[in-house]
Antibody, heavy 120, light 107 residues
Framework: EVQLVESGGGLVQPGGSLRLSCAAS????????MNWVRQAPGKGLEWISY????????YYVDSVKGRFTISRDNAKNSVYLQMNSLRAEDTAVYFC?????????????WGQGTTVTVSS | DIQMTQSPSSVSTSVGDRVTITCRAS??????LVWYQQKPGGAPKLLIY???SLQSGVPPRFSGSGSGTDFTLTISSLQPEDLASYYC?????????FGQGTKVEMK
């Protein structure tokens, strides 16, 4: 069974840092491109970052460029999101999601999400 | 960035009804359009990819159509388990962008 489990969320003050982790199981993680997507309370989905299987290609949405860093460790079947200089508007549930193969870049597996709250 | 605009933002409907949700892209995205379903408190679920291809395991009452800038998600006969929010997403170019969502509610 394909599983993605996020962790590392919590309450952090503005300007602080958090590192999110997403542990994958049930599939050949090292062959898949991964994404992070977030959802602010009561709002829609926002794609924020993408990393290919070998980490050779990485993209970010403009609002997190220079503050967030995506990375992965294929030996540990995990993808990470280092979040620095956090702002109130970063408050959201953060999902990791797998880009499917044969799904025209659709994200075909998602974790349950981890909640990040940025507040003083 | 490509802007994705969904309509309506919400729809009140009944079991057995046909439901249509539209999604418009601010520029031509070919068929690089994905639809997701999200139930309250849950993660999104892939329904349709490449505008009209049904993801494995998704009931055939869901269908997608369109290309270029205008796309449609149709639920042919709404079931109680279809009450959820639906999002379109363009996968043509980065940054990937989502529509604002459509909430399907019971009348």
């Amino acid at each position: 069974e394909v599983q993605l489990v996020e962790s590392g969320g919590g309450l952090v003050q503005p300007g602080g840092s958090l590192r999110l982790s997403c542990a994958a199981s049930g599939f050949a993680f090292s062959s898949y491109t991964m994404n992070w997507v977030r959802q602010a309370p009561g709002k829609g989905l926002e794609w924020i970052s993408y990393i290919t299987s070998s980490s050779s290609t990485i993209y970010y949405v403009d609002s997190v460029k220079g503050r967030f860093t995506i990375s992965r460790d294929n030996a540990k079947n995990s993808v990470y999101l280092q979040m620095n200089s956090l702002r109130a508007e970063d408050t959201a549930v953060y999902f990791c999601a797998r880009r499917g193969t044969g799904t025209a870049y659709g994200m075909d597996a998602w974790g349950q999400g981890t909640t990040v709250t940025v507040s003083s | 960035d490509i802007q994705m605009t969904q309509s309506p933002s919400s729809v009140s409907t009944s079991v057995g009804d046909r439901v249509t949700i539209t999604c418009r892209a601010s520029q031509d995205i070919g068929s690089w359009l994905v639809w997701y379903q999200q139930k309250p408190g849950g993660a999104p679920k892939l329904l349709i990819y490449r505008a009209s291809s049904l993801q494995s395991g998704v009931p055939p009452r869901f269908s997608g159509s369109g290309s270029g800038t205008d796309f449609t998600l149709t639920i042919s006969s709404l079931q109680p388990e279809d009450l959820a929010s639906y999002y379109c997403q363009q996968a043509n170019s980065f940054p990937y962008t989502f529509g604002q969502g459509t909430k399907v509610e019971m009348k």
